[in-house]
């Protein structure tokens, strides 16, 4: 027999508290139980705080090796906004999925569904340790920039602002959705490769998509994380036109949407038969 997904349940109807001081404190539980985890999960805690400082690294020296005239970008700004995006992509996404995936078969889920805690509670939940680290280490990147990069203050803070949300949402929901073809936690190192490596080369991590043919620029415009890195860039260094902008955020906001369908549609509760 096998293991079907658990629809979302509407919890409206049921009677338990859903006022904002009763979300916020579940939110709260959830998210210092799932911190914990975090701290104690050694090879998480690698990930999440070295290696993105170690491909950041990494990448500025593949970077002086290309010619980034006509792009408008310096090495420095290129590798610190790929920077903020390899956070968003390793400490968010790669990282949820692991945590999403133990907690699914270790049967947590399936016992906090049985409590007054929402389906949605949950998820968020989970992934608001993961998300706090994130925005700290992208706060640290732009300090940086500032203090030992020479680079100039965020262009447009509102922007920055923008993608780094829709960054955080759209990673937390693609992780979601991406437990749903990962069996273990082991197998996560490798059902989260696909999206690593097309958004880092892909979706202008490190390489501005300025020096890609127009056709083959056009089609990597699509990518989940090309919208928010687009965004991102300008926020924060400026430079890209208004009409790039608005399609950055319709992909961006895009990709978002379908994260949040696959997640309430095919999104696994049970562990896996």
């Keep these: 027999m096998t293991t079907t997904t658990t629809p979302a349940r509407d919890r409206t109807t049921a009677g338990s508290p859903t006022g904002a001081a009763a979300v916020a404190r579940r939110l709260t539980a959830l998210g210092r139980a799932e911190l914990i985890l975090l701290v104690r999960n050694r090879t998480a805690i690698v990930v999440a705080l070295l290696l993105p400082v170690t491909m950041i690294f990494a990448m500025r020296s593949s970077l002086e090796q290309i010619d980034l005239g006509g792009t408008g970008l310096t090495v420095a700004g290129a590798t610190l906004t790929g920077g903020i995006g390899m956070v968003l992509v390793q400490v968010v996404y790669m990282n949820l999925v692991s945590a999403y995936v133990a907690r699914r078969e270790e049967l947590v889920l399936k016992r906090l569904r049985t409590g007054e805690i929402s389906d949605r509670e949950i998820l968020v939940g989970t992934a608001l340790p993961s998300v706090a680290l994130a925005l700290a280490q992208c706060v640290l990147l732009v300090v940086a920039g500032a203090i030992a990069f020479d680079l100039s203050a965020p262009h447009r803070p509102d922007l920055l602002l923008a993608g780094l949300l829709l ?67 300008h926020g924060w260094l400026g430079g890209v036109e208004s009409g790039d902008l608005f399609t950055a955020g319709v992909t961006a906001l895009a990709w978002t949407a379908f994260g949040v369908f696959a997640v309430r549609r095919w999104f696994r509760w049970d562990p896996r038969g």
């Design 167 to 233: 960054g955080f949402v759209l990673m937390s929901g693609l992780a979601a959705a991406t437990t749903v073809i990962t069996r273990t936690v082991q197998t996560s190192q490798l059902t989260t490769l696909p999206l690593f490596f097309v958004s880092m080369f892909g979706s202008g991590l490190f390489i501005p998509l300025a020096i890609f043919p127009d056709k083959l620029a056009a089609v990597l415009e699509l990518l989940p994380m090309t919208g928010v890195m687009t965004l991102i860039r």
